[in-house]
């Protein structure tokens, strides 16, 4: 009873500082929107193009590698659909990365019998992504010139993702799932209650991962996901190109890991106010109006979350088994 009460309350204060946030960037945009001003258009075609065919390309390409390690067999059209759905739905979920839960409910309910080892491709997704942004952080923090950024902003980026490197390195590692394992997932096993039930699943999605990772699957997932991260901070670049801002990209790649991760933190919904927040501070230390950083923010969600949502959108409207449900299905044993 007092958990449910304490998450029922959780969510009223998500969507009172979802409000908040929304009512204080709408102010903030108006009341600076004389420095704010689209100088180059031309920019904004290559933003449209990426999150419309590159990354959906890339995205459901990766994801159909990993789904592949673990016996199933998708259609690449199929989990593109998957994806814009769950950003559609996302849009209300805490954090900028809510629509991941959506896409494990997807995909578990259409192979029930793969349940964990099909959402442990998701969570493998984020994990190689997070690791892959926490990488480019600080290689691109080591490159960029002194005078391009300042010390503590640089030692706080490479302090945050090194970190960030180490924990997802080592819980990918069979050591850790070993421990864990001897620690949690065996002495619970078994019971019945909602929380040891979650530990199970976890144990299922952990135990697929330690068995697809390995040095062979890195290697060739790691360029994929690279790239796929590679796209995004370049679409972020691109943006601040049509404002008027002519940044180095590697001042974009030591800045943009550091607020994708920030940005996960389940705060508001869809991290709105949190990720702005984070623009306006990490770009104004490199020089960049708060104001004209706050619309780079903005601008970047449209075309990276809006527009696909729009997309989820016309696919839910087309789709008779759109909505994300867990399943009913009675998983077979493997």
Request: with cysteine; glycine share 6%.
């Amino acid at each position: 009873m007092i958990l449910h009460l304490r998450q029922h309350w959780f969510k009223v204060l998500r969507i009172i500082l979802t409000i908040l946030s929304i009512g204080f960037i709408t102010y903030y945009v108006w009341k600076n929107f004389h420095v704010i001003q689209i100088n180059d258009p031309k920019w904004l075609v290559f933003c449209l193009a990426i999150p419309m065919l590159v990354i959906p390309l890339i995205g459901t390409n990766r994801w159909r590698f990993f789904l592949a390690l673990n016996g199933i067999k998708e259609s690449i059209f199929h989990l593109a659909k998957i994806n814009f759905i769950s950003i559609f739905y996302g849009l209300i979920l805490p954090s900028s990365s809510g629509f991941d839960a959506i896409r494990i409910l997807m995909i578990e309910n259409k192979h029930p019998e793969k349940r964990g080892q099909a959402g442990s491709t998701v969570i493998l997704e984020r994990l190689m992504g997070l690791l892959s942004l926490s990488l480019i952080g600080i290689v691109a923090a080591l490159l960029l010139p002194e005078h391009m950024a300042g010390a503590n902003i640089r030692k706080t980026i490479l302090i945050v993702s090194f970190i960030i490197f180490l924990c997802i390195a080592s819980f990918l590692t069979p050591t850790f799932y070993k421990i864990m394992n001897k620690l949690l997932y065996s002495r619970l096993s078994g019971r019945k209650n909602f929380f040891q039930k979650l530990i199970d699943y976890v144990e299922k999605a952990h135990n697929a991962l330690y068995r697809v990772v390995g040095p062979s699957m890195l290697i060739k997932s790691f360029l994929l996901i690279l790239l796929f991260q590679l796209t995004t901070i370049l679409n972020v670049a691109f943006v601040y190109k049509a404002l008027g801002v002519h940044l180095s990209l590697t001042v974009h790649m030591m800045i943009m890991p550091i607020i994708y991760i920030l940005s996960i933190v389940p705060i508001t919904m869809s991290g709105f106010g949190v990720r702005e927040g984070l623009f306006a501070y990490f770009y104004n230390s490199v020089g960049v109006d708060s104001a004209v950083a706050v619309m780079a923010s903005l601008i970047n969600y449209v075309l990276l979350s809006l527009l696909p949502a729009i997309i989820g959108f016309i696919f839910v409207l087309l789709s008779s088994d759109s909505q994300p449900k867990l399943s009913t299905n009675k998983p077979q044993s493997y």
